[in-house]
């Protein structure tokens, strides 16, 4: 009888900022594989190699497959862009982009899931910045959780947020802390540019390995005229912080 492997075959190209990454499995897990990852299609040729969707258990497969798909589309560019740990929306309008930067776990999807349809989702896993500010775009599943012990893994348009075809320009770069317990109005701190490297850094991939990291995080602070620290209490109070600093400068 054959393997899984022998019977696996490439189902999907997923681009990742730039990067087309194939997706291989079986017959069984070939319909949900496409439906999660059908904003990320793409028929562009493959630049690395393949990531597997194994095993027969669906929701498993998936919430497995995702993490794959970002390492090696993060692999990929290391060196290249600057990968931040974070989410980032865009006005549909201007592509003027925001960057909520965030450790796992610690509000970035619940955030997308919220923001996503007043702004355009690009990601809710990893921001990847060019040198002149370009946020490359990232249309993974959002990883939902619905009382199982494994995330669903559920397409952003599936989720009705909203889509954009401009370029993501790098407006604005935040570092979003939720406070549960945070009364009124977000609370928005200009940091210092060593402060604001020193929040950053931390929530970045391959960083040592670009030529002058330091400098290149310096760029993108002073690109959008000085990071921020937002605390608030619930996603929704974000809406106006985004609308004001995504707003074309007079």
Do not use: C
Not at 108 to 123: E, I, N, P, V
Not at 131 to 156: E, F, M, N, T
Request: charged content about 20%.
């Amino acid at each position: 009888m054959p393997s899984t492997e022998e019977q696996a075959d490439v189902v999907a190209h997923v681009s990742a900022f730039g990067v087309v990454v194939p997706i291989r499995t079986s017959h069984a897990l070939r319909g949900p594989v496409l439906e999660a990852w059908r904003d990320a299609l793409t028929d562009d040729e493959p630049t690395t190699d393949a990531v597997q969707a194994a095993g027969t258990d669906v929701e498993n497969a998936l919430h497995h497959l995702s993490p794959a798909v970002t390492t090696a589309a993060i692999d990929a560019r290391a060196g290249q862009l600057v990968m931040l740990h974070a989410a980032a929306l865009a006005d549909t309008e201007t592509g003027r982009t925001a960057v909520l930067v965030a450790a796992s776990g610690t509000g970035k999807t619940t955030a997308s899931l919220t923001l996503g349809k007043t702004f355009a989702y690009l990601t809710d896993e990893t921001a990847a910045i060019t040198r002149d500010g370009v946020v490359l775009q990232y249309r993974k599943p959002l990883s939902i959780i619905d009382g199982s012990h494994v995330k669903k893994q559920i397409a952003p348009s599936a989720l009705g947020l909203r889509s954009t075809d401009l370029d993501g320009r790098l407006a604005a770069l935040l570092m979003i802390e939720r406070d549960p317990g945070h009364e009124g109005e977000p609370q928005v701190e200009k940091l210092d540019t060593v402060d604001a490297i020193a929040a950053i850094a931390p929530q970045s991939s391959y960083l040592p390995s670009m030529d002058k990291p330091l400098h290149r995080l310096a760029e993108l602070v002073h690109l959008v005229g000085g990071a921020r620290r937002v605390r608030y209490a619930e996603s929704a109070d974000l809406a106006a912080v985004l609308t004001r600093l995504l707003a074309v400068p007079s």
